[in-house]
Structures are given as C-alpha cells and as structure tokens.
C-alpha cells in the first residue's frame, strides 16, 4: 500500500481471516505563502480503508513492514484441512 507522507507510528494493520484494516493518519503539509493549487491528489487528516480477501488467511503468519512510504503486508493462506475417509464399522445386531 502507498502510504507517503505517513508516519509509521500513526499506521495500523489488523487483520482476520478474511479481510485486512489498514487505518492512520497523514498530517497537512506546512502551508506556504502565496502558493495556489488546482488539484491536491493526496488527502490529508485520518484514513481507514478494509480490503476483504479472496480466501482464508492463517492470521498467525502475518507481517507487516513499512519503507519509503510504502506499507508491505505478507500474509499465508490458510491451510484447508484435507477431507479423508472415515472407516464405517460393522455392529453385529444380535449382541
């Protein structure tokens, strides 16, 4: 996630098994004098942003780092238990 002009310590990430919460903060720049703008293309003050997944995460092999702006979340799929047969025992009525 592009997260310029952010600090690290304003970031935070919470995640479930099937979304991730990316919230913080982007402080205004100093104003300068006599300066116009007719686009500001970044937004400043508090952001939340939830990104929902495409499938199962294993919350337990989560990280996250953050350099240059950039915010970098590695995660795991969650390991999908494996179906197997289960063996029908023969009771034998008379007893």
């Given at each position: 996630?592009?997260?310029?002009?952010?600090?690290?310590?304003?970031?935070?990430?919470?995640?479930?098994?099937?979304?991730?919460?990316?919230?913080?903060?982007?402080?205004?720049?100093?104003?300068?004098?006599?300066?116009?703008?007719?686009?500001?293309?970044?937004?400043?003050g508090q952001f939340d942003r939830v990104l929902?997944?495409?499938?199962?995460?294993?919350?337990d092999k989560v990280s996250a780092s953050f350099?240059?702006?950039?915010?970098?979340?590695?995660?795991?799929?969650?390991?999908?238990?494996?179906?197997?047969?289960?063996?029908?025992?023969?009771?034998?009525?008379?007893?």
């Open positions: 996630a592009a997260v310029a002009g952010v600090d690290r310590d304003t970031l935070e990430v919470e995640i479930n098994q099937r979304a991730v919460r990316i919230c913080g903060s982007r402080k205004a720049p100093v104003s300068v004098e006599k300066a116009r703008f007719c686009l500001a293309e970044i937004q400043y929902f997944l495409p499938t199962l995460i294993d919350t350099a240059a702006g950039m915010l970098r979340i590695t995660m795991a799929k969650h390991r999908v238990a494996e179906s197997r047969k289960v063996p029908i025992k023969h009771l034998d009525p008379d007893r």
